[in-house]
């Protein structure tokens, strides 16, 4: 999401809900901040939401990643 609001407008009704949800990292912007996807689940599926967490992490090693250098940095 381009600001927090934005953010906001996404994330909000998910937790007003009782859904359970999960950020995950995807990538690097162009200036070299981090980009995410929300994981949302059915209801009272929270096992379900942190093994697809946790399978996205072990097929892409997220961790292992660094951002790139910054602009002008």
Known sequence: MD????????????????????????????????????IIGKRQADLAVLQLAYAYEQATQWVQRRPPALLGA
């Open 3 to 38: 600001t927090y609001h934005r953010w906001m407008e996404v994330v909000t009704p998910v937790s007003l809900s009782g859904s359970p949800a999960m950020s995950v990292p995807v990538g690097f912007g162009a200036q070299g901040l981090p980009m995410g996807v929300q």
